[in-house]
């Protein structure tokens, strides 16, 4: 009797992460991308003469945008996995046993 052997996964590149140094330099430009647009909004708010309501949208736009890029440059890619977080230990004053130094 044959046994049926289970193919082994394959990865391809296609499959893999973006690196952290390209997720962070893309965070950066989209960032820098928006706060540009930011600065652009307050100077047309400003100086340029227009009516009421362009002046408002730009307004609006000066104000909101630095909300939207933070929360934009402080987003981790989709595949990252969520951020663990480890309770407390009980007694933290004490210093673990691989962390004592000799003599102590």
Known sequence: MKRWRRKPDVHQV???????SSDIRRREVSYLIKMGIRTLCLILAVVVPVPMPFRLLFVAGAVFLP?????????????APPPTFQSPEANQSEIPLHRREIGS
């Open 14 to 20: 296609t499959d893999a992460k973006p690196s952290l």
């Open 67 to 79: 909300y939207i890029a933070v929360i934009g440059a402080n987003e981790r890619g989709e595949e």
